[in-house]
């Protein structure tokens, strides 16, 4: 009789993981057990209770690695490093901001509570699985998980006939990318004879591919998965109607998220699992990275609808990302954890106040609609222009360190052309970003725009979370030192 060998399991590394996993566990099945529909409130303070306990175990888990070297567990399937970890702070952080800024939406617009946020922990689950994920089957699980919570949760307004539709082209377009994320994976290994990234590399490292033409095959179909996931150019087609059809804090919380939970799995993938093939991808990620700086801010200037031109902003911003990878330096790598950060926090804040402002159906987001918006809500105009001036890359945000790091990284690695093509891009969006911010100060409302404010709570949730966002976004833009230090010790404990 064979005996069974289970690989020994760092349960403490998996705690983040976990606490989401078994937070929408224990929701669904409270909500399934309960006579009536379960109270928004609840399901709201589960989802609460879940992001705090993962982000609490994220910073303990934070201190034995910045203590220690970066390790694996569960055979080898899962990274312990400061990328894994700081990728759970931030995916944790974003799934509290979301919850808060949900609660009051959700109500209004009559979706089952419940299932939003029992969704939105899986997806959050997916995103951390993918950073940590040191074998490529792994990855593509995280990646399902993440996806296919997303997909729903683009429907979830049933009210509307453009959420319904945004979430078929993001299925279809979706499962086509999977499909080939399949085949590159299927490829990789036919080449180096195995999934897990630290085998992959050390074969590589000892000899060269056996199959050298299938493995550019498999990593051409892998970076076409990913470019997709994290909306690059010219995969990005989808990003605009997704952005546009979907219920307004769901697209907060698709742009944090898989964008975080993408980059992240592309980094660990590159720089741990394919740096012998440098000179292969870099190339190919140079023109990727062209693509997507100007297709985003050449079509953000000509855009009339505001989630549209902050799906062409996030694309922009999935440009500036790529330098820091192709840089392939710990300065790089911590320049991109950074800047995921602080993105994430910034367009949560941003889509926020949108769904505070947002239409009796959450069907109309014209810029045109925000005119004047001054003249009616002054704080928050005030809090929406600081989060739109951040995404430009203002002084004394965080979106101006992001841009300056992540600039400064290509440079330090010799990028200096794509350097200078990305602070062009940046000078490009950056009017549409100011046009955008003026006509709320200059402008003149054709109509009034109501504010929902979380009023049916003792703690304002919707407020508190954009206060948050904000507060954030300029605490870190004039004292950086903090998260500069956290990201660089990151860096510092990857998984070689």
């Given at each position: 009789m064979t005996n069974l060998t289970m690989p020994s399991i760092s349960y403490l590394a998996l705690a983040p993981i976990l606490f989401?996993?078994?937070?929408?566990?224990?929701?669904?099945?409270?909500?399934?057990?309960?006579?009536?529909?379960?109270?928004?409130?609840?399901?709201?303070?589960?989802?609460?209770?879940?992001?705090?306990?993962?982000?609490v175990f994220s910073l303990i888990e934070w201190h034995h690695v910045a203590a220690s070297k970066a390790t694996t567990t569960v055979a080898g399937a899962i990274a312990v490093d400061g990328l894994s970890v700081v990728?759970?702070?931030t995916i944790s952080c974003s799934v509290l901001l979301a919850t808060g800024l949900g609660h009051r939406y959700l109500e209004r617009?009559?979706?089952?509570?419940?299932?939003?946020?029992?969704?939105?922990?899986?997806?959050?689950?997916?995103?951390?699985?993918?950073?940590?994920?040191?074998?490529l089957v792994v990855l593509f699980l995280g990646l399902e998980i993440l996806s296919i919570a997303?997909?729903?949760?683009?429907?979830?307004?049933?009210?509307?006939?453009?959420?319904e539709e945004a979430a078929l082209k993001y299925f279809i377009l979706g499962g086509f990318s999977s499909a080939?994320?399949?085949?590159?994976?299927?490829?990789?290994?036919?080449?180096?004879?195995?999934?897990?990234?630290?085998?992959?590399?050390?074969?590589?490292?000892g000899s060269v591919a056996a199959k050298p033409g299938i493995l550019m095959v498999g990593l051409a179909l892998l970076l076409v998965g990913f470019c997709f996931k994290v909306a690059a150019g010219p995969f990005h087609l989808w990003t605009p109607d997704v952005y546009e059809g979907a219920p307004t804090p769901v697209t907060g919380f698709m742009a944090?998220?898989?964008?975080?939970?993408?980059?992240?799995?592309?980094?660990?993938?590159?720089?741990?699992?394919?740096?012998?093939?440098?000179?292969?991808?870099?190339?190919?990620?140079?023109?990727?990275?062209?693509?997507?700086?100007?297709?985003?801010?050449?079509?953000?200037?000509?855009?009339?609808?505001?989630?549209?031109?902050?799906?062409?902003?996030?694309?922009?911003?999935a440009g500036f990302i790529f330098l820091g990878i192709l840089a392939a330096t710990s300065a790089g790598v911590?320049?991109?954890?950074?800047?995921?950060?602080?993105?994430?926090?910034?367009?949560?804040?941003?889509?926020?106040?949108?769904?505070?402002?947002?239409?009796?159906?959450?069907?109309?987001?014209?810029?045109?609609?925000?005119?004047?918006?001054?003249?009616?809500?002054?704080?928050?105009?005030?809090c929406l222009a600081v989060l739109i001036l951040a995404q430009a890359g203002v002084p004394l945000t965080t979106g101006f360190l992001a841009k300056f790091a992540v600039v400064e990284a290509a440079i330090g690695s010799g990028a200096i052309p794509l350097a200078i093509l990305a602070m062009v891009s940046a000078a490009i969006a950056a009017f549409a970003y100011l046009r955008f911010v003026l006509s709320l100060y200059a402008g003149t409302m054709e109509e009034s725009v109501s504010l929902d404010l979380d009023g049916s709570t003792r703690v304002p949730l919707a407020q508190v979370a954009v206060g948050l966002s904000v507060a954030v976004t300029v605490f870190f833009g004039i004292f950086p030192a903090t998260l500069l230090d956290f990201v660089r010790v990151a860096a510092d404990h990857l998984l070689p």
């Open positions: 989401l996993l078994l937070g929408g566990v224990l929701l669904m099945a409270v909500a399934a057990l309960s006579r009536r529909a379960l109270p928004p409130m609840v399901s709201t303070g589960l989802t609460l209770f879940a992001g705090t306990g993962a982000l990728i759970a702070v617009m009559h979706i089952a509570s419940a299932e939003y946020h029992v969704l939105a922990l899986t997806s959050a689950s997916g995103a951390m699985i993918m950073a940590a994920a040191n074998d997303l997909y729903v949760l683009v429907a979830l307004n049933r009210r509307s006939s453009r959420s080939i994320f399949v085949f590159g994976i299927a490829f990789t290994y036919g080449a180096t004879g195995s999934t897990n990234l630290q085998v992959i590399a050390q074969n590589l490292a944090a998220v898989a964008k975080t939970g993408g980059f992240a799995a592309l980094i660990r993938v590159l720089l741990a699992g394919l740096p012998t093939t440098r000179s292969t991808w870099t190339p190919a990620l140079y023109a990727i990275a062209i693509a997507t700086l100007f297709g985003g801010a050449l079509l953000m200037v000509v855009q009339r609808d505001l989630k549209r031109m902050l799906a062409y902003s996030s694309i922009n911003h911590s320049a991109d954890l950074f800047y995921l950060f602080t993105y994430s926090i910034a367009a949560i804040g941003t889509f926020g106040i949108l769904t505070m402002l947002a239409s009796a159906n959450d069907d109309d987001s014209a810029i045109a609609r925000y005119r004047g918006l001054v003249h009616h809500h002054p704080v928050i105009t005030g």
